[in-house]
C-alpha cells in the first residue's frame, strides 16, 4: 500500500521552480528520508506532501486520495507534519503546547477530554518530558524544546508523520533518542515516517529508504547501502567521502575524505556514477 | 534633488528654473524675497525633517521588531506635545524658539521615562515591553494634553496651529540648534545600524555576536529621541513618514539597516517634500498643512506599493 | 440516578459530553474582573450629580422605587452604564481578536482601517450636512451613526481586499491597514480645516468619543453584535491558539488559516463599528484591555472574555470618574487613558517574566 505518493508534481515560489515534474512513492509503514545538498529542495517537497504548499501542477495523493479532495482537518487526522521553524508561543506550559496535537480530534463541545490527557500524557511520557510537563515551553533547552515540538506531533496520531530536520538543536544522545523514538513508533503502530535529515550516517542507521534530491530530480533513491555510494554523494554534496560499514550496527558510515586525498578517488568515481544513473 | 528643486520652483507663483538659479545667487528684485525667504528655509527644513524622521522610524522599527512602531510610540511626539501646551497653559508662552525649547524639553523627558519603565522589570532582551511602555505613555500624556486643551480656549489656539505639522511660517531663527541635534541624532544612528543588524537575529544571538544590549538599546533610543525632538521642535508632530518611509525603504534595499537607514531618510524627504509642493499647489493663497497632504496621498501611494511589492518581514 | 457522568483529571474535567480544560488562573481572574465589572456598573448608575443610594438603585431596578428616582435610573443611567460596558466590551473583544491574529500587541482594531473609515463617513455628514450640500444633506439623513458604521464596514472591506493576494497575510493587512488609516486620516483633517466653524466644532467633539446623551437606541445594535459574536468566537477559540505556533503548523493541525482569519477580522471589524458608530472613537481601550487581561490571567494570548470584561470595567470607571469628580464632562476616551495606562505601567514595572 502506498501513503503519500507524488505525481507529476510541479513546485515552486514565486519566481523560481524546485520541482519541474517529479514522482515519489513511499510506502506505508516505511521509514524514509529525503536527503541532499542545502537548497536541493527537501523542505519543499516535505511542504507539499503535507498541503503546505499548493503545487503549483500535479498532485499528492494521501492514502490513495488526492489531497485537494479532503478538507485540512481530515488531512490532519491522517498526517501530521513538523515544520522546520514552528513558533514557540508566549506563557504557555509544556502539557499545553502538546495538548494542541489533539486539535484535529477534537470537537466544540469538547476542547478536553481525559482520552487526549492520557494520550498527552504517554506523548511527553514517550519524549522524556513528563518532568517539566508543568514548565513554560520558553524556559526549556532547545533539546527540550525540539523533543516538545516532536511531543506535539506524537499526540496527533496519524498514521503518516512528516519531520522536517527533526533533530536540529539536539546533542548526538538527544538525536540518538529522537530517532530511535521515530523507529520505535513505527515498529509499534506501523507508522510511515517521511524525514528530512542532514546526518547522512544517521539517516542510513534509522531509515528502510533514502531519497536522495539534487537539481530537481530524484538522484538515487533505495537502501541506505544502494544509495550511499561515493559517486552519489559526489554528484549531491560535492563531496568526496569514503563508505564503510559502521562496526556495531553495519549500515553505511560516511566518512569525508581530504580534498588532496581525494583527487585520485574522484577520477574512478566518475565513470562508476555514469553506470549508477544506467542502473537509476 | 528633483524634489528639492520642485520645491524651490513651485508654489502659488510659479518660478522658473533659471530665475531661481538666478536669484539664488544674485540678490535682486521681488523673486528674491520669495525665494530666500520662504522657500530655500523651507525646503531646507523639509529635507532635514524628512530625513530626521525617515531614519528615526526605522530605528524605531529595527529597535522594536515591530512593523507598527513609529517614532511617535516612544512617547517623543506625546511628550513635546504636552509640553508645548502646558507651556502655554501655565506661562502662556507664544514665541516660536520657546515652543521649540519645550517640545525638545517634553520629548526627552517623556523618552527616559518610557525607557525606565520598559527596563524596570527585568532586562532589555525583549522589544515587547518597550512596544507597550511607549504606547501606553503617548496615551496618558496624550490623555493629558487633551484635558487642558478643552479647558482653556487660548491653549486650544495655540496647540491648534503647533499640532499640524507644517513647512510654512516657520523661520530659520533657532533652527541651527535643531539641525545640530538631528546631526547628533544621524551619528548616533549611524553608530547604531551594525547593532540593529545583530538585533534582528534575535537577542540572544545579538549577544553571542558580541553585542552589549545595553549599549546597543541606549544609542538607539538616544538616537530616535534626538532626531525625533528635532524634528517635531521644528515642524510639529508630522506623521506618518516614521511609520511607512522604513518599509519602503526596506522593500527597496533589503533589510540591512546600514543601507536602510539612509534610504528610508531619502524616501522620508521624498515624501515630505513632495506632499509640501503639493499642498502649496492644490491650496492655491490657502495652502493645504503637509501633514494632510502627506497623509491622504501618501496613505494611498503606500497602499499601491504594498500591494504590489514583495514584502520584506522584519 | 443522575445521567451526567463525571470525570475529572487535574489538567480537565468531563460533564458528560462535555469536556472542558481546567484553567484555574484563567477562570479566576475572569471572575475577579467580572465581580469588579459589576460593582462598577451598579456604582456607575448610582453615581450622578443626583445621588442615589445602592438601595435606591435596586429599588428602581425592581420597579418599586418613586417616579423620580425610577426615571433617572432606568431613562438616564442605566442606557448609559449599558452603553459604557458594551463599548468597553466590544472594543476590548476586537483588540484581543486583532492582537491576537496579528500576533502584535500594537494591532488594535483600528489598523483594519474601521476606527478611521467610521470617523471620515461621521466627518463627511456632518461637515457637508451642514454646509448644506445635497450628498451631505442625505447622508445626514440616515444618522451618523448609521453612516459612521457603514464608513468604517467599507473602510475594512477595502483593507482586506487590497492585501487579499491569493490569501490574506497578517503582515500585509497591517501594512496596508496603516496606509489606508492614514489616507482617511488625512481626509478628515482636511475635511475639518475645511469645514465651518460650528460644523468643525460638532464634527472633533464626535471625533473624541463621548457617552453623553446614549440612549437605547444605540445600545442595542452593540449588544446584538455582541450576541452574535460570542457563538461564533467559541467555534474560532482553538484557531486562535493554534495561531501562535504559525500558519504553517496550524494548517499542518487541521485549521483551515484563510477562513479563520477572515472570520475573526469580520468579527472584530463589526464589534469596532458597532462601538464607534455609538459612542465615537474612543481610543485606547483596544489596546489596554486585552494586555491588561492577558497579564492578569497569565496567558499566552489576550483571554477573549476577560478582555471583554476588562475593557467594560475601563470605560465603566472612566465614565463614572467622567462624571463625579471632574468639572465640567470630560469626554471618557481621554479618561480611559488616564485610568488604563498607569495600571498598565505598573504591571509592566512589576512583572517577572513578560516576553
Known amino acids: ?280 | 534633488m528633483l524634489a528639492a528643486v520642485a520645491s524651490l520652483m513651485l508654489g502659488s507663483n510659479l518660478i522658473s528654473a533659471g530665475q531661481v538659479v538666478h536669484a539664488l545667487i544674485d540678490s535682486a528684485a521681488d523673486l528674491d524675497a520669495i525665494v530666500w525667504g520662504s522657500r530655500v528655509p523651507r525646503t531646507v527644513l523639509g529635507i532635514v525633517v524628512g530625513f530626521a524622521l525617515g531614519v528615526a522610524g526605522a530605528v524605531m522599527q529595527g529597535q522594536t521588531r515591530n512593523p507598527l512602531a513609529d517614532p511617535g510610540i516612544f512617547g517623543v511626539s506625546a511628550g513635546a506635545s504636552l509640553a508645548v501646551v502646558v507651556g502655554v497653559y501655565v506661562l502662556r508662552v507664544n514665541s516660536p524658539l520657546v515652543t521649540s525649547a519645550l517640545a525638545l524639553v517634553g520629548a526627552v523627558v517623556a523618552s527616559v521615562v518610557v525607557f525606565a519603565i520598559a527596563t524596570a522589570g527585568r532586562g532589555l532582551a525583549s522589544p515587547v515591553p518597550l512596544a507597550i511602555a511607549g504606547t501606553a505613555v503617548s496615551a496618558l500624556l496624550g490623555a493629558i494634553t487633551s484635558f487642558l486643551v478643552l479647558t482653556d480656549q487660548t491653549t486650544l489656539a495655540a496647540y491648534r496651529i503647533w499640532v499640524v505639522g507644517s513647512l510654512s511660517g516657520r523661520n530659520l531663527d533657532g533652527t541651527a540648534a535643531m539641525v545640530c541635534l538631528v546631526a547628533v541624532g544621524l551619528v548616533l544612528a549611524g553608530l547604531n545600524a551594525g547593532s540593529l543588524n545583530n538585533l534582528a537575529l534575535g537577542t540572544e544571538l545579538a549577544r553571542g555576536l558580541g553585542e552589549s544590549l545595553w549599549r546597543a538599546r541606549l544609542v538607539g533610543l538616544a538616537a530616535i529621541t534626538f532626531l525625533t525632538a528635532g524634528a517635531v521642535s521644528l515642524a510639529g508632530p508630522i506623521g506618518f513618514i516614521g511609520l511607512t518611509a522604513p518599509h519602503l525603504a526596506r522593500a527597496l534595499v533589503g533589510g540591512d539597516h546600514r543601507r536602510l537607514l539612509p534610504a528610508s531618510g531619502l524616501v522620508g524627504v521624498l515624501a515630505l517634500l513632495g506632499a509640501d509642493v503639493i499642498g502649496r499647489l492644490i491650496g492655491g493663497q490657502a495652502e493645504v498643512a503637509v501633514g494632510v497632504v502627506l497623509a491622504t496621498l501618501g496613505g494611498v501611494v503606500f497602499v499601491v506599493i504594498v500591494r504590489r511589492a514583495k514584502l520584506v518581514a522584519l | 440516578m443522575s445521567g451526567v457522568e463525571l470525570k475529572a483529571r487535574r489538567d480537565g474535567i468531563m460533564l458528560g459530553p462535555v469536556g472542558l480544560p481546567w484553567r484555574p488562573r484563567v477562570l479566576a481572574a475572569t471572575a475577579v474582573v467580572a465581580v469588579v465589572a459589576a460593582l462598577v456598573f451598579a456604582g456607575g448608575i448610582a453615581a450622578g450629580s443626583s445621588g442615589l443610594s445602592l438601595p435606591d438603585v435596586l429599588a428602581a431596578l425592581a420597579g418599586v422605587a418613586d417616579s423620580a428616582t425610577s426615571f433617572i435610573v432606568t431613562e438616564l443611567r442605566l442606557p448609559r452604564a449599558a452603553a459604557g460596558a458594551a463599548v468597553g466590551a466590544c472594543l476590548g473583544l476586537a483588540g484581543a481578536l486583532t492582537q491576537t491574529f496579528s500576533r502584535n500587541p500594537l494591532a488594535t482594531p483600528d489598523i483594519l482601517g474601521v476606527t478611521s473609515g467610521a470617523a471620515a463617513g461621521a466627518v463627511a455628514a456632518i461637515v457637508l450636512g451642514g454646509g448644506g450640500y445635497s450628498v451631505g444633506a442625505s447622508l445626514l439623513g440616515f444618522g451618523i451613526p448609521v453612516v459612521a458604521a457603514v464608513g468604517g464596514l467599507v473602510a475594512a472591506g477595502l483593507a482586506y481586499g487590497l492585501a487579499w493576494r491569493g490569501g490574506v497575510d497578517s503582515y500585509r493587512i497591517i501594512l496596508i491597514g496603516i496606509g489606508l488609516t492614514a489616507s482617511l486620516g488625512g481626509l478628515t483633517s482636511y475635511l475639518l480645516v475645511r469645514a465651518q466653524l460650528t460644523q468643525a466644532s460638532a464634527a472633533s467633539q464626535w471625533l473624541v468619543g463621548s457617552l453623553s446623551g446614549i440612549s437605547w437606541a444605540s445600545v442595542w445594535p452593540m449588544l446584538a453584535v455582541l450576541g452574535c459574536a460570542v457563538p461564533v468566537l467559541i467555534t474560532q477559540a482553538a484557531g486562535l491558539t493554534l495561531g501562535q505556533l504559525g500558519d504553517e503548523f496550524s494548517v499542518s493541525l487541521g485549521l483551515a488559516v484563510q477562513r479563520h482569519r477572515l472570520i475573526v477580522i469580520g468579527v472584530a471589524v463589526l464589534l469596532t463599528a458597532a462601538a464607534v458608530s455609538a459612542a465615537g472613537p474612543v481610543g485606547f481601550i483596544a489596546f489596554v484591555a486585552p494586555q491588561l487581561a492577558q497579564r492578569l490571567a497569565g496567558t499566552a494570548r489576550p483571554p477573549l472574555v476577560a478582555s471583554a470584561l476588562t475593557g467594560a470595567v475601563v470605560v465603566l470607571a472612566a465614565d463614572v470618574l467622567a462624571r463625579s469628580l471632574l468639572p465640567g464632562e470630560i469626554p471618557v476616551g481621554i479618561i480611559t487613558a488616564v485610568i488604563g495606562a498607569p495600571y498598565l505601567i505598573w504591571l509592566l514595572i512589576r512583572r517577572k517574566d513578560v516576553r
Open chain 1, 1 to 280: 500500500m502506498i501513503a503519500v505518493e507524488a505525481e507529476r508534481l510541479r513546485l515552486g515560489y514565486e519566481q523560481k521552480v524546485v520541482f519541474d515534474g517529479i514522482d515519489l512513492r513511499i510506502a506505508q509503514g516505511s521509514v524514509t528520508t529525503l536527503i541532499g545538498a542545502n537548497g536541493c529542495g527537501k523542505s519543499t517537497l516535505l511542504k507539499a506532501f503535507g498541503r503546505l504548499l499548493a503545487p503549483l501542477d500535479g498532485q499528492v495523493r494521501l492514502d490513495g486520495r488526492p489531497l485537494r479532495a479532503m478538507s485540512t482537518t481530515q488531512i490532519a487526522r491522517r498526517l501530521a507534519i513538523l515544520p522546520q521553524k514552528p513558533l514557540t508561543p508566549a506563557a504557555t506550559s509544556v502539557r499545553d503546547l502538546v495538548m494542541r496535537g489533539r486539535h484535529p480530534h477534537q470537537s466544540l463541545l469538547r476542547p478536553w477530554t481525559p482520552d487526549d490527557a492520557g494520550i498527552v500524557d504517554a506523548a511527553l511520557a514517550a519524549t522524556g518530558l513528563t518532568e517539566v510537563a508543568d514548565r513554560d515551553v520558553n524556559t526549556l533547552s532547545g533539546g527540550q524544546l525540539q523533543r516538545a515540538w516532536v511531543a506535539l506531533v506524537l499526540a496527533q496520531q496519524t498514521p503518516t508523520i512528516l519531520l522536517d530536520e527533526p533533530t536540529t538543536f539536539l546533542d548526538l544522545s538527544h538525536q540518538l533518542e529522537v530517532l530511535r523514538l521515530v523507529r520505535r513508533i513505527n515498529a509499534e503502530q506501523g507508522t510511515t515516517i517521511v524525514m528530512v535529515l542532514h546526518d547522512l550516517s544517521l539517516a542510513a542507521r534509522f531509515s528502510d529508504r533514502l531519497v536522495v534530491l539534487h537539481e530537481g530530480q530524484v538522484l538515487a533513491d533505495g537502501t541506505p547501502w544502494q544509495v550511499l555510494t561515493p559517486q552519489v554523494l559526489a554528484t549531491a554534496f560535492g563531496l568526496e567521502a569514503q563508505v564503510i560499514a559502521d562496526p556495531v550496527t553495519g549500515s553505511p558510515l560516511v566518512i569525508p575524505l581530504e580534498p588532496s586525498a581525494g583527487s585520485l578517488a574522484s577520477s574512478v568515481v566518475r565513470d562508476e556514477s555514469e553506470q549508477l544513473v544506467r542502473l537509476g
